[in-house]
């Protein structure tokens, strides 16, 4: 009677389960491997370049999903699936509705980095046509931590550098930005110590925050286009940087170590050149509006200062927290030339505030 029992409790079992995977296999919008659900494909690159592994990801116009894909070491792809969805209207081209191919992950032994720009795409109902897609994103963390690689090479079909695309890449010694690329996210070249130069193409009008933080040997930067905004902590620890040509900038007679700051800009952000310590002058346009907190503080070489503009707002005692509150910032950071030991000329063409030594411009 009990192995009777134990027999009906089990086929009862092993039908709800059915029942249950068979309601999941339905109601799962075509995610799972199913014949009349999904369309296995498999990919690979038009030049493997010289990377050894990696993930990238793909996008969809229709769900604005990602869908990862891995790279063997042979430089295909492993197969994996594209949801019905996107292929129901388009048999003949299953890879219409993608929108992008970004890269991610990427590693390799190789001291030459030649990121391929076209990933070729091939699936069961269209073998007799390829479809190639260009990659345009390097995703964020791409090369986050990557020692061995040297030099780097990005195709121009890239747009975007993703964040921390290349922190860390402590040997990254020489990298070319195509025209291509519109936008450099935050921290991308953090703690990159080994590259002395790098021009930034006229695309980009923007320097994302942490940008080049702490990239101790960079000398110079060419920013080919107009930079409309250098975000926090732009350049903070970039203890050999000397100079950053801007196309926009007008020239002054000073020392060679000289930034002259483009009149397309107006605000100077918070720690913005903190500890910058090969440079020898400043040059603030008319347009600027706003200092931020830190922004020059620990420039132990700086000689000269000129500030052409009249209405500066400087940094005030009560600042607004990153939470939404108001904080109070400390003495240390409201001077905006904290350890400018050297300083020797400073020219304002407005009204300083009458505290504005005292706060703002005491040595440390």
């Not at 999941?24 to 199913?34: E, H, I, K, P, R």
């Not at 025209?179 to 021009?199: E, G, K, M, P």
């Not at 400390?330 to 505290?355: H, M, V, W």
């Amino acid at each position: 009677f009990k192995k009777k029992n134990y027999i009906q409790k089990s086929i009862k079992f092993t039908l709800a389960f059915v029942f249950v995977f068979c309601c999941f296999l339905s109601t799962n919008n075509g995610d799972v491997c199913a014949q009349d659900s999904a369309v296995l494909v498999s990919l690979e690159f038009e030049n493997k370049g010289s990377i050894e592994s990696l993930e990238a990801q793909m996008q969809d116009n229709i769900t604005k999903r990602f869908y990862k894909l891995k790279l063997n070491s042979d430089g295909i792809f492993f197969e994996f699936i594209i949801p019905y969805q996107l292929t129901q209207n388009s048999k003949e081209n299953n890879f219409r509705q993608i929108q992008s191919v970004g890269m991610s992950k990427c590693t390799t032994d190789k001291d030459n980095v030649d990121i391929p720009q076209k990933i070729i795409v091939f699936g069961i109902e269209c073998r007799d046509k390829l479809i190639e897609h260009e990659v345009d994103v390097l995703n964020k963390y791409c090369f986050q931590g990557n020692k061995s690689i040297v030099n780097v090479f990005i195709p121009n079909s890239v747009k975007t550098l993703g964040r921390r695309c290349f922190r860390g890449s402590c040997n990254l010694k020489n990298i070319n930005i195509p025209d291509s690329v519109i936008y450099i996210d935050t921290a991308c070249f953090v703690d990159c110590s080994s590259f002395t130069h790098i021009a930034i193409p006229s695309s980009v009008v923007k320097l994302s925050s942490s940008c080049f933080n702490s990239c101790m040997n960079l000398v110079e930067v060419s920013c080919l286009g107009f930079i409309k905004k250098i975000e926090n902590c732009c350049f903070r620890r970039c203890k050999s940087l000397k100079t950053i040509s801007f196309a926009n900038s007008k020239d002054y007679s000073e020392p060679t170590e000289t930034i002259i700051l483009p009149d397309s800009i107006d605000c100077i952000c918070n720690c913005c050149f903190r500890d910058c310590s090969s440079v020898k002058a400043f040059v603030i346009p008319e347009s600027v509006k706003k200092i931020g907190w830190d922004s020059f503080s620990g420039c132990s070489s700086l000689l000269s200062v000129i500030i052409l503009a009249r209405n500066i707002d400087f940094p005030s005692q009560l600042s607004r927290s990153r939470f939404g509150g108001q904080a109070v910032i400390g003495k240390r950071e409201l001077r905006i030339f904290y350890g400018c030991s050297s300083l020797q000329n400073f020219s304002y063409a407005g009204t300083l505030p009458e505290d504005f030594f005292e706060n703002t411009f005491l040595y440390g």
